[in-house]
């Protein structure tokens, strides 16, 4: 593997226009967005969507915030992005609602993947009934499988 820099983030993602710059750095008080000064809003030429990158001196720069493609629908406006970085500001949340947050997004995974489970196992059952029915002659469809 070669040992050059990774050009491709410097090639790709530049910054948007200072103006911009202020109400993502300097605060968005009108929606209560406080400001980050180590947060550069950037424009991804390859993927066609804004990112707002944390450079920090002394730190490699971290992408923490990615819109759609612009393909994909409209571009989000600057104070859509403030609202989104207000909403998502770790900074001013308790430790406990971010845990119940988690463990909220966690339960409905899990169930998501239950209920996927239960309707996979409840076709395959109504093949089984499908395929013995017509080998015994008396076939009756399944109404409905609890699964548990």
Not at 134 to 143: L, M, S, T
Request: aromatic letters at 10%; a neutral charge; charged letters at 30%.
């Amino acid at each position: 593997m070669p040992k050059h820099p990774d050009i491709r983030r410097e090639l790709a993602v530049a910054a948007v226009g200072e103006h911009l710059q202020e109400k993502i750095r300097y605060g968005y008080p009108e929606i209560g967005w406080d400001g980050d000064p180590w947060l550069t809003l950037a424009y991804n030429k390859l993927e066609d969507r804004y990112e707002i990158w944390y450079t920090q001196p002394g730190y490699e720069p971290v992408a923490v915030m990615r819109s759609k493609p612009f393909g994909k629908g409209r571009p989000p406006s600057v104070e859509e992005l403030c609202e989104h970085l207000r909403n998502h500001d770790l900074r001013k949340i308790a430790a406990d609602k971010i845990l119940s947050r988690v463990d909220d997004h966690n339960a409905a995974v899990q169930k998501a993947l239950q209920d996927r489970y239960h309707d996979q196992q409840a076709a395959a059952l109504e093949k089984v009934y499908w395929h013995v029915g017509r080998e015994i002659g008396e076939y009756r469809p399944v109404v409905a499988f609890n699964g548990k």
